[in-house]
Nanobody, 124 residues
Framework: QVQLVESGGGLVQAGGSLRLSCAAS????????MGWYRQAAGKQRELVAD???????NYADSVKGRFTISRDDAKNTGYLQMNSLKPEDTAVYYC??????????????????WGQGTQVTVSS
């Protein structure tokens, strides 16, 4: 089985910083894309940022210049550095990975996996 576990959420004042981590474990052969999504109360889940295995990044306009996504493939771990946080960044943040899972010595299956979410609350 593949599991994604987020950590690093919490309560911070506006203007502060947090760093989220997403550790992937299990029979992982290769992670194609790692991303972070968020869902605020009463709103739909939205993409915050993602990063490909080639290092290409993509950010929501609302976080450009403030958030930085990165990954450490040796550890199967992704990160989201969040600076200059605003109250509107308050949400549950979810890690997502599109990855190849090894099902045997020679077979692999491509799939999408999600973490359980971590709460980020920014006070004004």
């Amino acid at each position: 089985q593949v599991q994604l576990v987020e950590s690093g959420g919490g309560l911070v004042q506006a203007g502060g910083s947090l760093r989220l981590s997403c550790a992937a474990s299990g029979s992982i052969w290769r992670i194609n894309v790692m991303g972070w999504y968020r869902q605020a109360a009463g709103k739909q889940r939205e993409l915050v940022a993602d990063i490909t295995d080639g290092g290409s990044t993509n950010y929501a306009d609302s976080v450009k210049g403030r958030f930085t996504i990165s990954r450490d493939d040796a550890k199967n771990t992704g990160y989201l550095q969040m600076n200059s946080l605003k109250p509107e960044d308050t949400a549950v943040y979810y890690c997502h990975a599109n990855l190849w899972k090894s099902t045997s010595m020679v077979t692999r299956v491509l799939g999408d996996y999600w973490g359980q979410g971590t709460q980020v609350t920014v006070s004004s």
